[in-house]
């Protein structure tokens, strides 16, 4: 069965550490991996990355893809308290669907 | 704002009841997903429709149901609430098939609250 695994499940920093979270997935037909910043209200998107090794940057956050060992991290750097959310990841297969992790629910304490 | 629409933002109703959400997806969008979202639990996938045809299925109860209309705009019908069937429902929208791009684009969600 196809599955996408998160870690850590929650995380509590301060601002201004730098944080990674970790996706590994298990997906028979892999096409791409995508992750999600979800605050009190609706997901929305920060990354889609399909080839290994390219890093994907905006801002403070920044991911990478392994598609050898079948896993994915988001990093963000100097984090700030607007930064608190749950990280969502997910990952395409060939029927068109995403399959969720269960996610990574970050604080940042000031 | 994502283009998607979903009424009505919130719903209190009582068990045993029916509801009707609806979702309208981001125009040229032909995929719509409606999500399952409990308290501090993860996204659960609940089923798809791709232009008016039903896609794929996840963990959908046999007391919910949902089609997608002519004009593309989706209803999830949830009937016989129960408890726990409060949750915060997402509907999303995709153009994967037509441009290969896998991003969802979620609407705000609606609230549903059974007591």
């Known amino acids: 069965e196809d599955k996408v695994v998160q870690s850590p499940l929650s995380l509590v920093v301060h601002e201004g550490d730098t944080v990674t979270l970790n996706c590994s997935y298990e997906v028979t037909n892999f096409r791409s991996l995508l992750w999600y910043k979800q605050e009190k209200k609706a997901p929305t998107f920060l990354f889609m990355l399909?080839?290994s090794g390219i890093e994907k940057k905006s801002g403070r956050l920044s991911s990478i893809l392994d598609k050898k060992e079948l896993f994915s991290i988001l990093n963000i750097t100097a984090t700030q308290t607007g930064d608190s959310a749950v990280y969502l990841c997910a990952v395409g297969d060939s029927n068109y669907q995403l399959i969720w992790g269960a996610g990574t629910k970050l604080i940042i304490k000031p | 704002d994502s283009g998607v629409t979903q009424t009505p933002k919130h719903l209190i109703t009582a068990t045993g009841q029916r509801v009707t959400l609806r979702c309208s997806p981001r125009s040229g969008d032909l995929s719509v997903y409606w999500y399952q979202q409990s308290l501090d639990q993860g996204l659960q996938f609940l089923i798809q429709?791709?232009?008016?045809?039903?896609?794929a299925k996840g963990n959908i109860l046999e007391r919910f149901s949902a089609q997608q209309f002519p004009d593309l705009h989706s209803e999830l019908n949830l009937s016989s609430l129960e408890l726990g069937d409060s949750a915060l429902y997402f509907c999303?929208?995709?153009?994967?098939?037509?441009?290969?791009?896998?991003?969802?684009?979620f609407g705000p969600g609606t609230r549903l609250t059974v007591t």
């Open positions: 429709y791709y232009n008016g045809e039903e896609r």
């Open positions: 999303a929208s995709s153009a994967l098939e037509t441009s290969g791009n896998y991003e969802q684009y």
């Open positions: 399909t080839s």
